[in-house]
């Protein structure tokens, strides 16, 4: 009995070792490059998220011109850098009343009141971080540098691999912009809009990626990867939000509500233009070679291609309509 027994154990260990093998084997047939690529299992970015900026191409002006009854004008609002440090680990757009629901952190600015559980009525009500009193929120996921430890509890708190410092922006540039085949229409009040796709890196395509990198000193190039920026530069995020509204839901769980325009202006058939906005976020360049991660879900390996933003218009009907104005007059206010 004794002998079988010492028999049985380094069968039963080959046994495992080979299902173990099959099991690793199997869950990379299929996969993406990026995801069995060196240091894919620890869900860190990988060398090949990152490109210097050099080396990408600069892009093609746009062939649009606007039109005779375009709305060339823009609108900027003031809402600082998050100072105040609103972070939290909910999408009020994505998944209202479910706490954590992000399962990464957010960034916000405007509304100080903005989490899982706010309303409408709530939202109306609280303060802001916006001159001119401004109370609609827009937020984003937060950068990091995961080689640097963690300090503060906002920045403990996500969990599910996003760890490190998170980088606080040197400039925040929110801006309404026309559309070039038309007037805009006001947009509704509480209107809830998203842009990007969190779920890009496991897409079967890019086209839900929205969002631009890019480096402030060259304008003309921007990629979907992680920029290397000379010394002394800026590193830039871009994301241009969906400008055709259904002209009748402020809020759908398919994001069918909102649509983007055509290259050339023209909104989809039963869709009306409203302002489009463009949220652009400049970090203070890292030294070279510095990891940096966007926060995300898990499986996403903190894909660049993931960045995306949300944005609730909470302005007065009146503020909104100088906002329209302006576009609209082809005025840059």
Known sequence: MGREHRLLVPLVCLVLGGALTAAVLGASEGKRPHEVMSGAASGAPVPGDFVDIRDVPPTRASATRPGPD??????????????????????????????????????????????????????AAAPT???????????????????????????????HGNTGRILVPAEVRLTFHGNPAGKVVPMPRFLRAFTGDAVAFTARGDAGVKARWGCASVPDRSTTR??????????????????CWNGLDTADPERTHLLFPAANGV?????????????????????ADAPIALDSFPEQRHSPKTDHAMFVNVMTDDRMAKLVTCVNTGRHC
């Not at 399962?103 to 100080?112: F, L």
């Not at 995961?146 to 708190?157: G, H």
């Open 70 to 123: 375009a709305s060339t004008g823009s609108f900027a609002v003031d809402c600082g850098r998050n100072e105040e440090g609103h972070y939290n680990q909910d999408n009020l757009v994505i998944s209202p009343g479910l706490r954590h629901g992000a399962h990464h952190t957010h960034a916000y600015v405007g509304n100080r009141s903005t989490d899982a559980f706010s309303t409408d009525e709530s939202l």
């Open 129 to 159: 971080t916006c001159r001119g009193g401004d109370r609609s929120t827009y937020y984003w996921p937060v950068l990091r540098r995961p080689d640097l430890p963690a300090t503060r509890a906002y920045e403990k708190a996500a969990g």
């Open 226 to 243: 992680y920029p290397r920026c000379p010394s002394g530069d800026r590193l830039t995020r871009t994301l241009v939000f969906p400008s």
């Open 267 to 287: 909104c989809p058939q039963n869709t009306f233009a409203v302002p489009e906005l463009r949220i652009t976020l400049a970090y203070d360049t890292p030294p």
